[in-house]
C-alpha cells in the first residue's frame, strides 16, 4: 500500500507491503534506492523498488517499507546527505509503528551507505544489508560544487537557492563516511554485496568496510556483475537468504 514518511515537515512517498496474514508480528525491512542517475534522473530513482519489496516479502514473508529519499521520485526536497538520513530514520520510525518484530535495513549504492551511517547509531537496528555501497563519499566531496551541479542536473536538488549554506552541505559529503562508522554494528550482522566489475563504487570499499566490521560481517562478491545489482537475480537471492537467516535466527 502507498503511506507517507514525514521527515523535518516533508511528505516522503512511500509503499509498504504487508506480508499475507497468520504472522503476528513479522520481521520488517525498510529498502532504500541509491543516489539518482541515469537519462530519467531523480524522478525514476525508486521506480522499481515497489517491486521489489513485493517481491522480497513474498519471498521472506517479511514486511518491506520502501521510500523515495527527499530530493527523488514522487517526494519533495532537496538532496543533501544529512537530509537523508533523517529521511531514513523518519522511514524506520514508520515501521516500527507497525506490528514487526524488529527492523532490519537493506540499501542499495548510497543508500546501502546511508543505512550503515545510521545503523550505526541506531542500536535497535537489528542488521544491515547493502548492494554496492561506498565505503566513503570522497568521490562527491573532492569537487562539492561539481557534484551540486550534478544533483542539480538529475534534479535532485530542485531550488535554485539551496543550498543555503553551501559549506555545511559540502562538509556533509566529507564528514559521513561509512567506513569510520561500520565497527558500530558488530555484533549485528551486515551482509556486503558487490559486483567484481562495478565501475561506479570499487570492489575495494567493500573489502575496505569488511575489515572495519565485526566479525559477523559477511563480503559476497559476485563475479562479473556491475554497479546495478539491484537487477541481479543472484545479488536478490542472496539478499532474500539473508533475510531469512536472520528471521530464523
Known amino acids: 500500500m502507498e503511506c507517507t514518511i514525514v521527515s523535518e515537515g516533508l511528505e516522503l512517498a512511500g509503499h509498504l507491503v504487508a506480508p499475507a496474514p497468520g504472522r503476528a508480528a513479522p520481521p520488517g525491512l525498510v529498502l532504500c534506492h541509491g543516489f539518482p542517475s541515469g537519462p530519467a534522473g531523480a524522478s ?4 522499481t523498488y515497489p517491486q521489489l519489496a513485493q517481491e522480497l516479502s513474498e ?6 517499507l520502501t521510500f ?3 530530493g527523488a521520485g514522487a517526494s519533495p526536497g532537496n538532496f543533501s546527505l544529512r537530509g537523508w538520513l533523517r529521511d531514513l530514520g523518519a522511514a524506520v520510525a514508520r515501521l516500527r509503528s507497525e506490528p514487526v518484530s524488529g527492523v532490519w535495513l537493506a540499501g542499495s549504492s548510497a543508500g546501502g ?7 550505526a547509531r541506531d542500536r535497535a537496528i537489528r542488521g544491515v544489508a547493502t548492494l554496492a ?3 566513503t563519499f570522497a568521490s562527491w566531496a573532492a569537487n562539492p560544487r561539481r557534484f551540486l551541479e550534478r544533483a542539480r542536473e538529475v534534479e535532485a536538488v530542485r531550488d535554485r537557492d539551496f543550498p543555503a549554506d553551501f559549506g555545511a552541505w559540502a562538509r556533509e559529503l566529507r564528514d559521513i563516511r561509512p567506513l569510520d ?3 558500530a554494528l558488530a555484533p549485528r550482522p551486515l551482509l556486503l554485496l558487490q559486483g567484481s566489475d562495478d565501475d561506479v563504487v570499487a570492489p575495494a570499499d567493500a573489502q575496505a568496510l569488511l575489515e572495519r566490521a ?3 560481517a559477511v563480503l559476497r562478491m559476485l563475479d562479473g556483475a556491475d554497479h546495478r545489482l539491484r537487477h541481479d537475480p543472484r545479488a536478490i537471492a542472496l539478499l532474500g537468504g539473508w533475510m531469512v537467516r536472520q528471521a530464523d535466527g
Open 214 to 216: 565485526g566479525p559477523t
Open 44 to 47: 525514476a530513482a525508486s521506480t
Open 68 to 70: 523515495s529519499f527527499r
Open 59 to 64: 519471498a521472506t514473508g517479511w514486511a518491506v
Open 181 to 183: 562508522v561500520v565497527h
Open 113 to 119: 551507505a546511508v543505512a550503515l551511517c545510521l545503523a
Open 133 to 135: 555501497a561506498p565505503a
